[in-house]
């Protein structure tokens, strides 16, 4: 079934979440603009999805290219993903580079995307939803500053959804804040980290996460909201589908 947004943008498209969210808009006739840094990775992601994605390699922080991406293809919906591995190491054992990394990358290019939504501005209707992170709520002692650059998310998007009321600009802001799963490659290293920390074989700690929360339930889950008018300002993602934050 077709979706209210012809043209989509996707941050850290071309893995994880953001390959598996530009595959389920594809799928419903939705032309996704795929960023991410790696462009090997782009090119498989365009020959497997067709004409219906278009990669951009480029660094999604950029705010040359948030602005002509926006200018250039109208999106109605923006999905802001992108992000990097964080260093997996106890306080002590990082350095102000390694803590801070997730904040360069991860908040620096919510924040440049939200910044052009509200200026260029997006159309009325539009949606931005922003990937935070479960450890935003519960902490993550183990990747640096990761948890509160996620946490900052939080802030921003409800910044940018107060502003668009203000404005009178009918732009909708969600945050998603997915659980741990192993699922991905950010969340694998997590994990090995995590299991190590506990002093646990990964499997066993894998099992304690289960039912393990897959790309595929979190793209639905981004679907979802994008396309519920009514639907809150933020929650949480587990296997089980999306929990309200209140």
Do not use: C
């Not at 946490?151 to 659980?179: C, H, M, N, W």
């Not at 969340?187 to 099992?207: C, L, N």
């Amino acid at each position: 079934m077709p979706l209210p947004f012809p043209t989509a943008v996707v941050t850290g498209a071309s893995r994880g979440f953001g390959r598996a969210l530009s595959a389920a808009l594809v799928a419903t006739g939705t032309n996704v603009i795929g960023i991410a840094r790696d462009k090997s990775e782009l090119r498989a992601v365009r020959d497997e999805l067709g004409e219906g994605f278009t990669s951009f390699a480029a660094d999604a922080t950029d705010e040359a290219l948030t602005q002509g991406v926006i200018r250039e293809h109208r999106p109605s919906l923006l999905v802001l993903n992108a992000g990097v591995t964080p260093h997996m190491a106890p306080l002590h054992e990082q350095t102000w580079e390694t803590f801070s990394r997730n904040w360069h990358v991860d908040t620096r290019h919510v924040f440049t995307w939200m910044r052009a939504a509200l200026l260029e501005p997006l159309a009325p209707g539009s949606v931005v939803v922003a990937m935070s992170s479960g450890a935003a709520l519960a902490g993550s002692p183990l990747s640096g500053g990761y948890a509160s650059a996620k946490a900052a998310i939080r802030y921003i998007s409800g910044y940018a959804a107060d502003e668009s009321k203000r404005a009178g600009l009918d732009i909708r802001f969600v945050t998603l804040l997915p659980q741990l799963t192993p699922a991905t490659g950010l969340g694998s290293v997590g994990v090995e980290g995590y299991a190590a920390r506990q002093g646990v074989d990964r499997e066993a700690f894998v099992e304690g996460l289960q039912p393990i929360l897959t790309p595929d339930q979190v793209a639905k889950a981004v679907i979802d909201v994008a396309t519920d008018a009514a639907s809150s300002l933020e929650y949480r993602v587990s296997s089980a589908g999306l929990h309200p934050i209140s």
